[in-house]
Nanobody, 117 residues
Framework: QVQLVESGGGLVQPGGSLRLSCAAS????????MGWYRQAPGKKRELVAT???????NYADSVKGRFTISRDNAKNTVYLQMNSLKPEDTAVYYC???????????WGQGTQVTVSS
């Protein structure tokens, strides 16, 4: 089992910044992808950014150039730095850990991000 604890959400004005963190604990295999997804009211959950075990990363087109994903493997923690936030970024943000060789995926409880003046 893997537990994910997220933090860093909140209310921010348009153009502002927030940093989300997600710490994983439990049975952590050596190769895994960590990422962030979000779900706005009335919409499906969508990918925001993912980062496999190496240095590569993937971003949704809507956040490219504004969001940066990073991870600290020693701490089993993934971060999402969100800059130039827009009202359309308002959503519940979920952390995800995926173990490709085991075929297992785990989700955090979600953290609310609200961008509003």
């Amino acid at each position: 089992q893997v537990q994910l604890v997220e933090s860093g959400g909140g209310l921010v004005q348009p153009g502002g910044s927030l940093r989300l963190s997600c710490a994983a604990s439990g049975t952590i295999f050596s190769i895994y992808t960590m990422g962030w997804y979000r779900q706005a009211p009335g919409k499906k959950r969508e990918l925001v950014a993912t980062m496999p075990s190496g240095d590569s990363s993937n971003y949704a087109d809507s956040v490219k150039g504004r969001f940066t994903i990073s991870r600290d493997n020693a701490k089993n923690t993934v971060y999402l730095q969100m800059n130039s936030l827009k009202p359309e970024d308002t959503a519940v943000y979920y952390c995800n850990v995926f173990f490709p060789f085991q075929g297992r995926s785990y989700w955090g409880q979600g953290t609310q991000v609200t961008v509003s003046s």
